[in-house]
């Protein structure tokens, strides 16, 4: 395993398949990221960072129905699991953590 | 739906993308498609779709998540492996036989030498604390310089030794005091001569181990010096099926009888140790002896007496021990310290250990191990080369198998497993059959090298690691390469039968049959130099009448006395030809020491350590010594017992001519020892005459120079020479004449030849293992080229006919068919040839004496290998050459 790190681009993914709870699938994970950043995301990264997730054990997948929309393939649906909670409360952590520590005149300026 | 995704793009991610992924991704892209056709259109989104499909068809982001779920049942799947590879088996049968032949005979040699090889490397380890244990032994510097080494040491060193220093947890002492001792048990006509009479320190196992049979303590039966402690061998000996304990054993020497008790007996000692006692008693016994002489020679600073061992505490240097040791010898010794230095040899290395005086055992010799090493990884070597040969070449034949294999969907490490497995099989079948051969030729085996292997040894558990490490090792090293050749099929090519064998394998195949071929060069030159320097040695200038003369063991002073009588009476027989005495020949190391110190006043001062050989007068006539000058002992000049004949090498080095030395004057200096202190004693001698040299010892060593002196009465050995062919007889005379002059001294007595037999066992054993294992490559390279052949042949079917009908003759086609074996063979000389000479060329160092052997012994051993090659291919190619061609071609 790679190491239990969380890219931002994963924390995003992963944050994206806690909100899209049950429904959280490659298209729909992408169009979450979409909507929620405006950036526009490659289904190619989003699968990869999904199968890197689940080999981290952050998130669980099942195969849903096959759908005439999706040419008669499957889904594969992914849930948050417990440990993928923590790792988002973990980064969550650090970066409040960090945000405290900056110097007040930087928070000012702006 | 109007639109559709690229059909072509949507292959691509079919054929790239992982298997596990393909669903999920497919069906994502699609819905996303779909989903870009309504919003930005679907030129664009075909454009985007393509993007995506090479994102996701990226082999790194395409890792399988898990492994794939075993497609059969793990039991089904390995009982249609054996299935499948005992179809195989059948089915090519004389292949299948070639291989596990050869296999099973180089598996039978290599386990025959590792077992050899293991038990010469675990010598000694079986005491406890084997690896802390230290023989101490010394070297001293003779009276001409030359340094010279004793295996044994003083008493009382160790026990000093012991005393001065921390860090020696026990030191324990034995001897052989009196080799070889005249044995008796109560009944006064029932001599034996023992050679493994040992005398120990009654703490004996604080350092060896000795397991008793009888039960009790070896401590407690050694602490009474009456005690003797004997081994099966000798209990079945001396009392048959009476119980031994308790019975009496009577040790006569110098015309003292000690009188013993049997305490317990003791296991025979293993093969691999450097002494194995037949007889223990306890040293204390012999110190009525050393009051009646006023001499203690157990407890001793000069008399090297016994060996002496030492167990070193775990962390102690041996090195500051040698310092300890060295230290006592300057406070004790006196002037001697100077030239006397210790030596500690570790209790493991005393086997191989060289050119000290009274070892116990004929020194192992390490080279010979390694080269018994690497001649059985060798032939293991030829038998893998066999499988790989045969293998690769059946490739054809399962060349089908493996496509459709593929085409079902098995995986390449699937079909590498499978053919591993299948060598592994072959494998195990052959080491099964080794197995078997190996406890049929056990007894050979150990008469072979004097060892006592038995079926105990081989269920070992380093044995039984050796045989897993070798299953391993063979059925891998032999399935490496045909499996991965034959998994590497394309499918396709495979089950069109357009395939064709290319030529890597092919080029492959020829090298290993090269290698195969120059190894067997190496042992048939090998074999061939070996018996040559063997009859070189049999024919050497001591040993010509080896098997006519018999050697009698003198036992002690007392018998030197009576010898004239003897001979007197025993040659009133015509068939006892001629009788003399010497010293004990031909000379092994392990008999000690014949230097004397000799001056030539007339010429130098310098002190000359030569070797004296005390003869009788009778000596150098019956030996048939040649005289280069000089003249001969005389009875009819009494005082030839002060003379001395020298030989060329002492000639040479005085520096003079043979006839100038005649007349010379030498003073000869020995030491006598009293109350342990030498005493020089100074004689002069006249040199009479001048030999041509003689091997009276090893043609391992230089000969040194000699002095021959008529001093019969230091004779060890009478030597008698028999005439004509009733040696039985002569032999019964001879011994019924020796009850009559010594009655209390057991006749022991062997041929020449067989001491020269003890002699050159090395090279003897080599010799007769060379000749196996020679045997055994050959069969082996002759195995594998059978394959070969006949599988050429078999190929060359349809070929063979085309040529048949356009008229070539049966023998052109033999010519085609063996003349790419015999180009094989020149190549493989070509590469041996210089590989043999540099082999033979090392071994012949070791001797000073060799055989002249040329460079033709090459040259025959080239044509024997090439009449082979030409007569095992041709057997088989002949049968393929002789077919009707309408037979070979009617495949159509």
Request: aromatic share 12%.
């Amino acid at each position: 395993m790679k190491g239990t790190y969380l890219g931002e681009f994963e924390e995003i993914v992963l944050l994206a398949a806690g909100i899209l709870h049950g429904r959280a699938y490659g298209v729909s994970i992408r169009q979450e990221i979409e909507n929620q950043t405006g950036r526009n995301v490659n289904i190619g990264a989003v699968h990869t960072a999904l199968h890197r997730l689940e080999a981290k054990g952050y998130l669980t997948s099942k195969f849903g129905e096959a759908e005439e929309v999706r040419g008669g393939k499957r889904k594969r649906l992914f849930t948050l699991t417990s440990s993928g909670m923590n790792a988002l409360r973990e980064a969550q952590a650090i970066r409040k953590q960090m945000w405290a520590q900056l110097p007040k005149i930087l928070l000012q300026r702006s | 739906m109007k639109y559709h995704p690229p059909y072509f793009a949507t292959k691509i991610l079919q054929w790239f993308c992982h298997a596990e992924l393909v669903e999920e991704v497919e069906g994502d892209l699609y819905e996303l498609f779909r989903e870009r056709v309504e919003t930005v259109g679907p030129f664009r989104a075909k454009l985007y779709y393509w993007t995506d499909v090479l994102h996701s068809i990226n082999p790194r982001r395409s890792e399988p998540r898990k492994p794939s779920p075993p497609s059969l049942p793990y039991r089904d799947r390995l009982s249609h492996f054996f299935i499948i590879a005992f179809r195989n088996m059948l089915r090519s049968k004389s292949s299948s036989i070639l291989n596990l032949s050869g296999l099973a005979i180089s598996l039978t040699g290599f386990l025959l030498i590792a077992l050899y090889l293991i038990d010469e490397a675990t010598y000694d380890s079986f005491h406890p604390d084997a690896d802390h244990v230290y023989r101490i032994s010394y070297s001293f510097k003779g009276f001409d310089g030359k340094e010279g080494r004793d295996a044994r040491a003083a008493g009382l060193w160790c026990i000093k030794l012991k005393e001065s220093m921390p860090g020696i947890k026990a030191v324990t002492r034995f001897s052989r005091f009196g080799y070889p001792g005249n044995v008796r048990t109560s009944d006064p006509n029932h001599v034996f001569v023992e050679q493994q009479f040992f005398w120990v320190d009654p703490n004996f196992t604080d350092i060896f181990s000795l397991p008793l049979i009888t039960g009790g303590d070896v401590k407690t039966i050694l602490s009474d010096p009456k005690h003797v402690i004997i081994n099966e061998t000798i209990a079945h000996k001396y009392f048959g099926a009476d119980d031994p304990v308790g019975q009496p054993i009577i040790y006569m020497r110098d015309g003292m009888e000690f009188q013993l008790i049997v305490g317990a007996v003791m296991k025979r000692a293993p093969s691999n140790t450097h002494f194995k006692p037949d007889f223990i008693a306890s040293s204390v016994a012999l110190d009525p002896l050393w009051k009646r002489n006023n001499e203690d020679r157990v407890n001793s600073w000069m008399d090297s007496f016994s060996y002496s061992f030492v167990t070193l505490e775990p962390g102690t240097d041996p090195a500051k021990v040698s310092q300890a040791l060295q230290e006592i010898f300057n406070r004790n010794l006196g002037e001697f310290a100077k030239v006397m230095h210790p030596i500690l040899i570790p209790l493991r290395d005393v086997h191989f250990t060289e050119g000290f005086m009274f070892e116990l055992d004929a020194p192992g010799d390490k080279v010979h191990l390694y080269i018994f090493g690497s001649i059985a990884l060798l032939i293991l070597g030829m038998a893998c080369i066999n499988y790989m040969n045969l293998a690769t070449a059946r490739s054809i034949s399962r060349s089908k198998e493996v496509g459709l294999r593929k085409t079902l969907g098995a995986g390449r490490g699937m079909l590498v497993m499978q053919f591993l497995g299948e060598s592994l099989l072959m494998t195990g079948i052959a080491l099964i059959i080794a197995i078997t051969l190996l406890v049929i030729l056990l007894p050979y085996f150990n008469a072979l090298t004097l060892k006592d292997f038995s079926l105990a040894h081989l269920l070992q558990t380093k044995t039984v690691y050796l045989l897993l490490t070798a299953f391993v090792t063979v059925g891998t090293l032999a399935g490496c390469y045909p499996a991965l050749y034959l998994s590497s099929f394309r499918p396709m090519e495979a089950l069109k039968g357009t395939f064709t064998v290319g030529r890597a394998p092919e080029n492959f195949r020829k090298a290993l049959v090269v290698v195969q071929i120059s190894i067997t060069l190496l042992f048939i030159t090998g074999t061939y130099v070996i018996h040559h320097q063997l009859a070189f040695i049999d024919h050497t200038k001591l040993s010509r009448y080896k098997d006519q003369i018999v050697t009698v063991r003198l036992g002690d002073a007392v018998a030197r006395q009576k010898i004239a009588g003897f001979k007197q009476i025993a040659q009133q027989d015509p068939r006892v030809k001629e009788i003399s005495t010497g010293p004990h020949l031909p000379r092994r190391e392990n008999f000690g020491f014949m230097g004397r110190a000799f001056q030539f006043r007339e010429l130098d001062e310098t002190q000359r350590n030569w070797d004296r050989l005390d003869v009788d007068f009778d000596f150098p006539s019956m030996f048939r010594l040649e005289f280069v000058a000089g003249r001969n002992f005389s009875v009819n000049n009494p005082s030839d017992t002060l003379a001395i004949i020298l030989n060329e090498t002492a000639v040479k080095d005085l520096g003079v001519t043979a006839e100038k030395a005649l007349g010379l004057q030498a003073e000869g200096t020995y030491y006598i020892e009293v109350q342990g202190i030498p005493k020089p004693v100074t004689m002069k001698y006249n040199v009479i005459g001048v030999v041509k040299d003689f091997n009276y010892a090893s043609v391992r060593k230089a000969i040194s120079p000699i002095a021959i002196g008529g001093q019969w009465r230091s004779a060890e050995m009478m030597y008698v020479m028999l005439a004509g062919d009733e040696f039985p007889e002569t032999l019964d005379h001879l011994q019924n004449v020796w009850k009559q002059v010594y009655p209390s001294t057991p006749f022991q007595y062997w041929f020449m030849d067989e001491e020269f037999g003890r002699l050159y066992q090395t090279e003897r054993q080599m010799a007769k293992l060379f000749n196996y294992l020679g045997g055994m490559a050959m069969i082996i390279a002759c195995l594998g080229l059978f394959g070969l052949a006949s599988f050429t042949a078999e190929q060359k079917t349809k070929e063979i006919g085309i040529r048949k009908v356009m008229g070539a003759s049966t023998l052109q086609i033999l010519l085609m068919l063996t003349s790419r074996y015999v180009r094989l063979a020149l190549i493989a000389f070509f590469i041996g040839i210089p590989l043999a000479a540099v082999a033979v060329h090392s071994w012949m160092e070791a001797f000073v004496y060799k055989a002249e052997i040329g460079g033709w012994y090459l040259l025959w051993a080239c044509l024997l290998i090439l009449f082979v090659t030409v007569f095992t291919v041709g057997f088989e190619s002949l049968r393929a050459a002789r077919t009707n061609p309408s037979v070979s071609m009617r495949h159509e």
